[in-house]
């Protein structure tokens, strides 16, 4: 395999080591955890040369709109379970969006006995939102923001002395916190020294 490896239409080797290439799975890349950590568009993908799954033809006939879904739990009727509903996104988002989603009787005792509000959103939608609350596989460059005695942002206030005493911490790091994120994030000297 060191001697021969195996080309793929691309010419990418694969010797001896190497997963297996792309183009000898059965499934496109936009089904794959691949998608989830490393999200790709329909060009990025087929430029790649790896498959994308278009979205499947499927006439499902929606019986209740995602405005007619009760807001309450209390006013769900048992009956919700037989209904087809339309999922929020309708398809229009990039998420494998099933375009509607049922209800199964477990789920709704689930829901009512945790008063919880039903879903407006399909399964896979829902799986795409929860995934998007991870921070990402990235990491930044960033300074301590803590300023002495309280955050850059002035929003919280350190409850302890720390060894750079009132001036601004000059540390610097690696985080998977982006820039624009609103959370304050402190070096590792500073956060112990606040939470520990
Ligand atoms: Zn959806
Ligand atoms: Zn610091
Ligand atoms: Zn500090």
Redesign the pocket.
């Known amino acids: 395999m060191k001697d021969m490896p195996y080309a793929d239409q691309k010419g990418r080797m694969y010797p001896y080591g190497e997963f297996f290439p792309p183009e000898l799975s059965p499934f496109a890349y936009n089904e794959t955890i691949a998608q989830e950590y490393f999200p790709l568009d329909r060009n990025g993908t087929l430029g790649r040369g790896f498959k994308w799954k278009e979205p499947e033809e499927k006439n499902y006939q929606v019986t209740m709109k995602t405005n007619d879904v009760p807001d309450s739990i209390s006013d769900v009727k048992d009956s919700i379970t037989s209904e087809i509903i339309e999922c929020a996104h309708r398809g229009e988002c990039n998420e494998q969006c099933t375009r509607v989603f049922r209800i199964i009787p477990q789920e709704l005792s689930f829901y009512q006995r945790m008063e919880l509000p039903l879903p407006h959103f399909c399964f896979s939608c829902r799986h795409a939102q929860r995934l998007d609350q991870r921070k990402p596989l990235k990491l930044w460059h960033r300074k301590?923001?803590?300023a002495g005695e309280k955050s850059e942002n002035g929003v919280y206030t350190n409850l302890s002395q720390?060894t750079?005493t009132a001036v601004h911490?000059?540390?610097e790091f690696e985080t998977s916190y982006a820039p624009e994120r609103k959370e304050i994030v402190?070096?590792e000297?500073?956060?112990n020294a606040e939470v520990v």
Request: hydrophobic residues 0%.
């Open positions: 301590c923001q803590c720390h750079h911490c000059s540390n402190y070096c000297g500073c956060y």
